[in-house]
Each structure stands twice: as structure tokens, then as C-alpha cells.
């Protein structure tokens, strides 16, 4: 079955991979990618397992089924003709055989709500094969992208090169495929962090939110929370949302008091006519901004 190759190919893919590691070394993510590869194909080989048990009962019953449905079909062409040429020999039988006829049409009305039934369970299980398959599909072509991917600390210097020269389009790309591909690393905040300043930008305030609350969210202590809250404060009020947005600047102020995020932060507050002092953001980090 294609099922079967497929699990078959990934075995062996696996052993290859694992004989073949780049002189650059392994990186954790690349090991937990093989190890969620090799789980999924054991729930295949579970599942395949399953399926072609269950299979082979649902195509008995449905064998059964029909058979009862040809049998029955056959008994009342019998009795229907046994009734036409019956017709002169008075209406007690012609009664009789019309009951035994309606009998039989009630239980040829039952077998064909069961074989509905289960035609359903053999669609729903192919279905659920089929979802299967994509995933096994979806998890082989993660792990042949980040088999041909640059080392984690070439794509990021590439990735903040391009940023600094104004390439922004590719920047933004390179810094995607880093979180794509190493999501786990400190430098990840940071990718987060110049996708947010590009969206920044570009105007896509919304979006830039999004990208500064990955950092604060996911990497509160990097060299880049201190950054992102402060730009996340900046978005807020670029989207009309002034109060979100001088929450977000007096909590860099009070976290961050002597770095430079603070006095940018302080500056601003004061061109928007308000005090440095006020309730907390619910977003954390730490540390200044760096490279």
C-alpha cells in the first residue's frame, strides 16, 4: 500500500539521516524533527495495523449484507410470481402472500440502512487515513527544509546583513526561515524582533504588535524585550490605542529605568503630554537592545 512505502521511506530516511550528520553538528531542533518523524511513523504502522483489521470486518459485513440483499431480492420475484399465477385460487392467499412480501421488503429496508451505515464508517476511516498521510507528508517535507538549511548562525548574520543594508523583502524572509527552522534559540527573539521592526515600518502596526509580543512572550529575559516593548508601545499608539500604548511605555520606564529604551520611552511620554508614572503592562522581559 502507498501507506506502507511511505512508512518504509521514512525508516529509511531516518537511518540515513541519522549516518550522514553534517560536519556543523546536529542541533537540538533538527533532533527533536527526527524524533517526531519517527513517532508519527509508528502511529502509522499502529494505525495501518487497525485500519486494515477493521477494514477486513467492514468488508465482510458489507459482503453479508449484500448477499442477504440478493437472496431476499430473489425470494420476492418467487413470490411474486408464485402470486400471479395463485391470482384465481381465491383472495385468502393472494392475502397471505402479500403480507409475507411486505415482511420481506421491511427487512430489505433494514439491511440497506445498515450497509449506509457502514459505508460511513469505511468512508470515515479513509478519511482518516488520508489525514494521516498529509501529516506524514507535511512532517517528511519539514524535515527534508531543514536538512538543506544554512547553519543557524549563517541564516542570522545573513539575515540581520541583508537588514541593515535595506534589503527588507529578503531580510524578512531569512529571519522567517530562522524561526522556522531553529524556533528554540536565543537568537530567535531576535528574529521576531526585526520581523516586528519591519512590519513597523511598512505601516502593518497590527502585525508589528503581534511580532513584539512573540519576543515578550516567549523570551522575556533576550537582549531584545526591552526593544520590543518599547516599539510595542509606539504601535499601540500609532493604532489609536494611546492608553494600551503609554501602559506599554511606563512599563519600560519602571523595568528598564537607566537603559536607553527608558529614555526614549520618557521622551515620548512627555510629547504625549503625561506622567512617567502609572499602572503596569502585563507584558515581562529584560535587558537592553544589542545585536
Same mark, same amino acid.
Given at each position: 500500500?502507498?501507506?506502507?512505502?511511505?512508512?518504509?521511506?521514512?525508516?529509511?530516511?531516518?537511518?540515513?539521516?541519522?549516518?550522514?550528520?553534517?560536519?556543523?553538528?546536529?542541533?537540538?531542533?533538527?533532533?527533536?524533527?527526527?524524533?517526531?518523524?519517527?513517532?508519527?511513523?509508528?502511529?502509522?504502522?499502529?494505525?495501518?495495523?487497525?485500519?486494515?483489521?477493521?477494514?477486513?470486518?467492514?468488508?465482510?459485513?458489507?459482503?453479508?449484507?449484500?448477499?442477504?440483499?440478493?437472496?431476499?431480492?430473489?425470494?420476492?420475484?418467487?413470490?411474486?410470481?408464485?402470486?400471479?399465477?395463485?391470482?384465481?385460487?381465491?383472495?385468502?392467499?393472494?392475502?397471505?402472500?402479500?403480507?409475507?412480501?411486505?415482511?420481506?421488503?421491511?427487512?430489505?429496508?433494514?439491511?440497506?440502512?445498515?450497509?449506509?451505515?457502514?459505508?460511513?464508517?469505511?468512508?470515515?476511516?479513509?478519511?482518516?487515513?488520508?489525514?494521516?498521510?498529509?501529516?506524514?507528508?507535511?512532517?517528511?517535507?519539514?524535515?527534508?527544509?531543514?536538512?538543506?538549511?544554512?547553519?543557524?548562525?549563517?541564516?542570522?548574520?545573513?539575515?540581520?546583513?541583508?537588514?541593515?543594508?535595506?534589503?527588507?523583502?529578503?531580510?524578512?524572509?531569512?529571519?522567517?526561515?530562522?524561526?522556522?527552522?531553529?524556533?528554540?534559540?536565543?537568537?530567535?527573539?531576535?528574529?521576531?524582533?526585526?520581523?516586528?521592526?519591519?512590519?513597523?515600518?511598512? +505601516?502593518?502596526?497590527?502585525?508589528? =504588535? %503581534?511580532?513584539?509580543?512573540? $519576543?515578550? /512572550?516567549?523570551? #522575556?529575559?533576550?537582549?531584545? &524585550?526591552?526593544?520590543?516593548?518599547?516599539?510595542?508601545?509606539?504601535?499601540?499608539?500609532?493604532? +489609536?490605542?494611546?492608553?494600551?500604548? =503609554? %501602559?506599554?511605555?511606563?512599563? $519600560?520606564? /519602571?523595568?528598564? #529605568?537607566?537603559?536607553?529604551? &527608558?529614555?526614549?520611552?520618557?521622551?515620548?511620554?512627555?510629547?504625549?503630554?503625561?506622567?512617567?508614572?502609572?499602572?503596569?503592562?502585563?507584558?515581562?522581559?529584560?535587558?537592553?537592545?544589542?545585536?
Amino acid at each position: 500500500m502507498k501507506l506502507h512505502r511511505m512508512c518504509v521511506f521514512v525508516a529509511l530516511f531516518s537511518v540515513l539521516w541519522l549516518g550522514l550528520t553534517p560536519a556543523w553538528g546536529v542541533s537540538k531542533e533538527m533532533v527533536q524533527l527526527q524524533t517526531q518523524v519517527q513517532q508519527l511513523q509508528e502511529q502509522m504502522t499502529a494505525m495501518q495495523r487497525g485500519f486494515n483489521e477493521r477494514m477486513g470486518v467492514m468488508n465482510n459485513l458489507v459482503q453479508q449484507d449484500a448477499d442477504a440483499v440478493n437472496k431476499l431480492s430473489n425470494a420476492i420475484n418467487a413470490l411474486q410470481q408464485t402470486l400471479q399465477k395463485q391470482q384465481s385460487d381465491g383472495g385468502g392467499k393472494i392475502d397471505q402472500l402479500s403480507g409475507q412480501i411486505q415482511a420481506l421488503n421491511d427487512t430489505m429496508d433494514e439491511i440497506k440502512v445498515r450497509l449506509a451505515k457502514v459505508t460511513k464508517q469505511l468512508e470515515d476511516m479513509q478519511a482518516a487515513q488520508q489525514s494521516i498521510q498529509a501529516q506524514q507528508a507535511t512532517q517528511q517535507a519539514a524535515a527534508d527544509a531543514a536538512k538543506n538549511a544554512p547553519p543557524p548562525d549563517v541564516l542570522y548574520n545573513n539575515a540581520l546583513r541583508d537588514y541593515n543594508g535595506g534589503k527588507m523583502d529578503i531580510a524578512s524572509g531569512e529571519f522567517s526561515d530562522y524561526i522556522k527552522f531553529y524556533p528554540n534559540t536565543d537568537l530567535a527573539g531576535n528574529a521576531y524582533f526585526y520581523i516586528g521592526e519591519l512590519q513597523f515600518k511598512g +505601516g502593518n502596526y497590527q502585525q508589528a =504588535v %503581534a511580532s513584539y509580543d512573540q $519576543v515578550l /512572550q516567549n523570551f #522575556p529575559s533576550g537582549n531584545k &524585550a526591552a526593544s520590543a516593548q518599547l516599539k510595542k508601545g509606539f504601535a499601540l499608539i500609532e493604532l +489609536g490605542k494611546q492608553d494600551d500604548g =503609554v %501602559a506599554e511605555l511606563r512599563h $519600560v520606564v /519602571q523595568r528598564y #529605568p537607566h537603559s536607553p529604551e &527608558a529614555l526614549q520611552a520618557r521622551d515620548r511620554l512627555r510629547k504625549l503630554g503625561v506622567s512617567t508614572r502609572g499602572g503596569s503592562s502585563p507584558s515581562s522581559g529584560a535587558g537592553a537592545e544589542s545585536e
